[in-house]
């Protein structure tokens, strides 16, 4: 069932696209597709923003009753749900958008080890011609994606720094730093200093990720996929910032 329904159109949509755009090599035509991609899963990525910017704004409110019943997990729980359904916020909305995206992830990384250096045919559908495209897999005509590169690596890595660095989740609202002693004023410095620390681990990763630990085990997919990984971030990026300025008239 994954092959036929999520393999096989995310295979051969990219192989249309090389048969749409003949002159684009692999690495343009999986920007092409992610974009495409990113767009399709938009409606739900939005929901999911929209959720995290209302979270932070009433981040203040329910460091309050956290606060306030503090020895009372279970009420303190109850209290926290309660403001978010008053605020119309649907905390685990980001869980179907996970769900959804995680198999196509999978998927994709598949589609990339089976696509370089050369496609296999038994994967198209009868309507999809067979495109050559055994010499279009240098990139722009400068980096071979048969192969690793610390150029994609790199980029990789600085993508994910700026997206973090604007990212909704990490960026802490007016009134959330709380000036006490007590176990929210702690937990709010801990997720403070966490969320400092990702901004860096997460592009470390990032880059560990597409120059070491892919390669390991899909080595001719690493670069296509430090490709799509740039892309799919910039593009998180660009619709977190769109998010703020059109819905919520912040920049």
Not at 60 to 68: D, K, L
Not at 132 to 149: E, M, N, P, V
Request: glycine share 4%; proline share 5%.
């Amino acid at each position: 069932m994954y092959h036929t329904i999520i393999f096989l159109p995310l295979y051969n949509g990219l192989i249309a696209i090389i048969n749409v755009f003949p002159w684009a090599d692999v690495g343009v035509a999986v920007i092409i597709f992610t974009a495409i991609v990113k767009l399709v899963l938009f409606p739900l990525s939005k929901s999911s923003l929209l959720t995290q910017v209302k979270m932070k704004e009433v981040e203040p409110e329910a460091n309050a009753i956290r606060s306030q019943y503090a020895s009372d997990k279970q009420a303190q729980t109850l209290k926290v749900m309660e403001l978010y359904k008053t605020k119309g916020i649907k905390p685990f909305s980001g869980v179907l958008l996970l769900i959804i995206q995680l198999p196509i992830l999978l998927a994709l990384i598949s589609v990339f080890y089976k696509i370089v250096p050369s496609i296999h045919p038994e994967f198209l559908y009868s309507f999809i011609s067979m495109p050559d495209i055994s010499a279009k897999t240098h990139f722009l005509g400068l980096i071979d994606l048969a192969q690793k590169s610390f150029i994609l690596a790199l980029i990789t890595a600085v993508a994910q720094y700026f997206q973090l660095h604007f990212s909704i989740a990490t960026r802490q609202s007016p009134g959330t730093v709380v000036a006490d002693t007590s176990t929210v004023g702690s937990m709010a410095m801990t997720a403070n200093s966490m969320t400092k620390n990702m901004k860096f681990f997460l592009p470390i990763l990032a880059f560990a990720s597409t120059y070491w630990l892919i390669p390991a085990q899909f080595p001719q997919a690493a670069s296509i996929i430090a490709i799509y990984w740039t892309v799919s971030t910039l593009f998180t990026l660009g619709q977190e910032l769109y998010i703020r300025k059109k819905y919520l008239g912040k920049q």
